[in-house]
């Protein structure tokens, strides 16, 4: 089914997946509050507490689940008094089990991960997405950007989620990521286990990086990201 656009899709394995993570963590954690991405889609408004929250996209990269890329996972990130405690993301086909806590490091299949400290952009592998709005205004900054950096970097990657892409920063794998227009869920966990990896996460014009502004850069150093910053041209999408 498409939800936002005819290029934003929603699966009965979205569905099922959001259900059972948020039956199963219910029954431990009765008092828990939850943000789903298939939750919020059909209406239940966004609104992070104070209170214990799970953060969840049941699929993250659900254009590649459709089409068998196998760049896709499942994203969960628990947040305490606004502050996130865990972050896991698990792309099943390729058996990847990205994980951190705070304080203890990050993780892929239980080793532990670091970023590959580059500073420099011009050194860079950037992680940026196309994404699936169709506001003429989102695409145009979109193709700036991607127009504008490809002479300043190394290269430009996408593997169609957020999640994944912040994953291969905290992995070393890449340098960068950045992204207008993702959601809360599509960045909880990959966001504390780049920082966890030993990188940064900020708002992509330069400030303090905001879980729900739907705007995310993640980089290995922040030399890098604040050099990232300056270039970009800005979009500011409504937020969750
Ligand atoms: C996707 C993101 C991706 C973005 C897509 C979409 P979904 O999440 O991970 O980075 O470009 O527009 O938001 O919808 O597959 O969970």
């Given at each position: 089914m498409t939800k936002t656009c005819e290029v934003d899709l929603v699966t009965e394995w979205d569905q099922k997946v959001e259900k059972l993570l948020i039956d199963g963590i219910s029954s431990k954690f009765p008092d828990h509050k939850f943000i789903g991405e298939e939750g919020s889609s059909l209406g239940n408004k966004v609104e992070l507490t104070d209170a214990p929250t799970w953060i969840i996209d049941p699929i993250d990269g659900t254009m590649n689940f459709v089409h068998t890329l196998p760049h896709t996972c499942i994203s969960i990130a628990l947040v305490i008094n606004k502050v996130t405690e865990i972050g896991v993301v698990y792309n099943p086909i390729l058996e990847q089990l990205f994980s951190a806590r705070r304080g203890q490091g990050a993780f892929l299949n239980g080793a532990p991960i670091s970023v590959?400290?580059?500073?420099?952009l011009r050194k860079a592998l950037v992680m940026m997405e196309m994404g699936t709005s169709r506001d003429p205004e989102k695409m145009k900054v979109v193709l700036e950007n991607a127009n504008n950096l490809i002479s300043q970097v190394h290269g430009i990657r996408s593997l169609g989620s957020a999640a994944l892409n912040m994953c291969m920063v905290a992995l070393g794998g890449a340098d960068v990521s950045f992204e207008f227009g993702i959601h809360a869920w599509d960045v909880a966990a990959g966001d504390i286990i780049v920082r966890e990896a030993g990188g940064v996460c900020i708002d992509?014009?330069?400030g303090s990086f905001d879980l729900m502004s739907r705007r995310a850069l993640c980089a290995s150093t922040s030399e890098l990201a604040q050099e990232l910053a300056i270039v970009l041209v800005q979009y500011y999408p409504e937020r969750d």
């Open positions: 590959s400290g580059e500073k420099e992509p014009a330069g």
